[in-house]
Antibody, heavy 116, light 109 residues
Framework: EVQLVESGGGLVQPGGSLRLSCAASGFTFSSYWMSWVRQAPGKGLEWVANIKQDGSETYYVDSVKGRFTISRDNAKNSLYLQMNSLRDEDTAVYYC?????????WGQGTLVTVSS | QPVLTQSSSASASLGSSVKLTCTLSSGHSSYIIAWHQQQPGKAPRYLMKVEGSGSCNKGSGVPDRFSGSASGADRYLTISNLQSDDEADYYCETWDSRVFGGGTKLTVL
C-alpha cells in the first residue's frame, strides 16, 4: 500500500526557514514525479512544486520561486521541501503527493505556521 | 495556462444523485482532469481521472457510486446514492498538477 508521511512542520517566525520531509513507501519511489501542494486555513488547494523522477527538472509556483527548493533522495525514498524567507502567507498544511499523469496519492499533511 | 472553474457549493438529499462540474478555460477543452475528495479535517483523496472523451480511470477503492464524464470543456463527477460521508469538498486538477479548481463544497441533506 502506498504511504506518504510528511514531517517537519511547525511554528516559525517571518523570515525564518523550515525543511519539510516526506517518507514514501509501498511503491517504486524513483519511478514517479512528486509534488508538494499546500492548503491555507479555510482555503482551497494550491500547487507548490513538482520534481521529476531523477530530480533533473523542478517547477515552482511563482509565489515561492527563489525561496523554496524541492528535492529528493531516491536512495532514501524521501522528498523534501526547503522553505526559506518564510512569509505569513506561507501558513498552510503542506501535502506531499505522488503523481502519475495526475496526483494519485496524498500524504496526511504537515502544518506550517508562520507568525511572530 | 488553463483555469478550472467550479461552483462553490452544491447540495443534494441522502440517497439521491448529484453531478458536479469542472470547466476548463477557453483553448484547453481537451485537457485531462482529476477529481479529488476532501472530507472535513482530512487530507485529499484521489477519485478519478476524466479525459475529454469521457473515459475515466478510478483510483483504488473508489466506490462504483462515483463516476466521471465529459462534454466539451466540462468535466463531471456524478455521485449516486448519496451517503452522509460524501459530504466533502471536491477539487479538480489539471496541467501536471499545477492548476486546481476552487473546489465545490457538497452538502448532503
Amino acid at each position: 500500500e502506498v504511504q506518504l508521511v510528511e514531517s517537519g512542520g511547525g511554528l516559525v517566525q517571518p523570515g525564518g526557514s523550515l525543511r519539510l520531509s516526506c517518507a514514501a513507501s509501498g511503491f517504486t519511489f524513483s519511478s514517479y514525479w512528486m509534488s508538494w501542494v499546500r492548503q491555507a486555513p479555510g482555503k482551497g488547494l494550491e500547487w507548490v512544486a513538482n520534481i521529476k523522477q531523477d530530480g533533473s527538472e523542478t517547477y515552482y509556483v511563482d509565489s515561492v520561486k527563489g525561496r523554496f527548493t524541492i528535492s529528493r533522495d531516491n536512495a532514501k525514498n524521501s522528498l523534501y521541501l526547503q522553505m526559506n524567507s518564510l512569509r505569513d502567507e506561507d501558513t498552510a498544511v503542506y501535502y506531499c503527493a505522488m503523481r502519475i499523469t495526475m496526483i494519485e496519492w496524498w500524504g496526511q499533511g504537515t502544518l506550517v505556521t508562520v507568525s511572530s | 495556462q488553463p483555469v478550472l472553474t467550479q461552483s462553490s457549493s452544491a447540495s443534494a438529499s441522502l440517497g439521491s444523485s448529484v453531478k458536479l462540474t469542472c470547466t476548463l478555460s477557453s483553448g484547453h477543452s481537451s485537457y485531462i482532469i482529476a477529481w479529488h475528495q476532501q472530507q472535513p479535517g482530512k487530507a485529499p483523496r484521489y477519485l478519478m481521472k476524466v479525459e475529454g472523451s469521457g473515459s475515466c480511470n478510478k483510483g483504488s477503492g473508489v466506490p462504483d457510486r462515483f463516476s466521471g464524464s465529459a462534454s466539451g470543456a466540462d468535466r463531471y463527477l456524478t455521485i449516486s446514492n448519496l451517503q452522509s460521508d460524501d459530504e466533502a469538498d471536491y477539487y479538480c486538477e489539471t496541467w501536471d498538477s499545477r492548476v486546481f479548481g476552487g473546489g465545490t463544497k457538497l452538502t448532503v441533506l
